[in-house]
Nanobody, 118 residues
Framework: QVQLVESGGGLVQAGGSLRLTCAAS????????IGWFRQAPGKEREFVAW????????YYLDSVKGRFTIARDSAENTVTLQMNSLKPEDTAVYYC???????????WGQGTQVTVSS
């Protein structure tokens, strides 16, 4: 089992920045990839970014490229999502999720609220 806890959400004005952290515990040696997802009110959950645990390669949703940066600290078992130039449309509950090799995301955190005011 892997446990994930997100932190760092909050209220920020448009153009501001926030940094989200996902702390992993438990069987972290089984983690292949950690992703960030978000869900806005009345909308489907969407992928935001992921990072491979072993080599740090990353992939982003087109609308956040150049504004968001995902990074991992293998020693601390954390993944961060640095969010700059935030827009009101970034408002959502943000979740981190972990997956093992060959398996879809099956470990999820409880989520953290990000609200961007215009």
């Amino acid at each position: 089992q892997v446990q994930l806890v997100e932190s760092g959400g909050g209220l920020v004005q448009a153009g501001g920045s926030l940094r989200l952290t996902c702390a992993a515990s438990g069987r972290t040696s089984s983690i292949y990839n950690i992703g960030w997802f978000r869900q806005a009110p009345g909308k489907e959950r969407e992928f935001v970014a992921w990072i491979n645990w072993s080599d740090g390669s990353a992939y982003y949703l087109d609308s956040v490229k150049g504004r968001f940066t995902i990074a991992r600290d293998s020693a601390e078992n954390t993944v961060t999502l640095q969010m700059n130039s935030l827009k009101p449309e970034d408002t959502a509950v943000y979740y981190c999720a972990a997956r093992r090799a060959g398996v879809n995301y099956d470990y999820w955190g409880q989520g953290t609220q990000v609200t961007v005011s215009s």
